[in-house]
């Protein structure tokens, strides 16, 4: 089962040194999900290859600009390409008046209904499931409200032994069916058990999303063990006064949480304009966590 990330944006406020502002799709299983969505992510979804229309859920952190003024504009551009799919959109309630307030004053009526899902950022929440995943917000502690995301897999099934299958020419629409569980008849009547024909599923993955917040450890239980956490690491820890200040992080701060969280991998974003060069946020994050990578634009990562 697919399950990665591609970096849209990583950028923090303002876009500079040809870095984009936040967003990033996460691929489930050949069904993508945007996590927030800055200025620049319509192109960013063009120079990538990912098609928009595959779009059907868009998560949005907090109203900061960086990481929600793309979203009118990608919006828009659906409704112009003739989608009628509904899009289902997870963010802070105002959220909701902003986009209603856009499209009222464009005399823009939608070919496509919005489902809109606020979140609410005094506790965790379950606001999203499919029979794949399940997808949890949670507090985190910026200027105005904000929320971090986790992406569950759940159980994976077993994998089909390829060799079986061609061994017995089992036919490719009974597949699923074995994976879940059923035996397998073949037209002679021979009965085939599904444990013989499988192997034992992959551990599900799990991926979270911290968005803008100063390092509270606060969110630790809601990132417990992920296989990938993607976390801001907007300063360098000679910074850590100003990164208070702003309640944002430094890469130091974040490698912390990320082993103390027992995560497998750290990808730092949301970079200062004051760093052109980024390999210092990756070199002291190493010092305390060694999987520790930054989040380049157009880079996809297996989670
Ligand atoms: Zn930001
Ligand atoms: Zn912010």
Redesign the pocket.
Known sequence: MRFDVTILGSS??TPIFNRNPSAQVLNINERLFLIDCGEGTQQQLLKNGIKAQRINHIFI??L?G??YLGLVGLLSSLHLYGRIRAMEIFGPPELKEILDIQFKYSQTNLRYPIEFYATQTERSALIYENPDIRVESFPLE???P?TGFRFSEKNRLPKIIREKVEELNIPVDVIPLIKKGADYTDETGVVYKASDLTLAADAPKSYAYC??TVCNWKYIDQIRGVDTLYHEATFMNDMADRAAET??TTALQAAEVARFAGVKQLLLGHFSARYRELEPLQDEARTVFANSRLALEGQTFVI
């Open positions: 923090s406020a952190s907090h900061h960086d990481h910026h200027r105005i904000c968005s803008d309640f944002h």
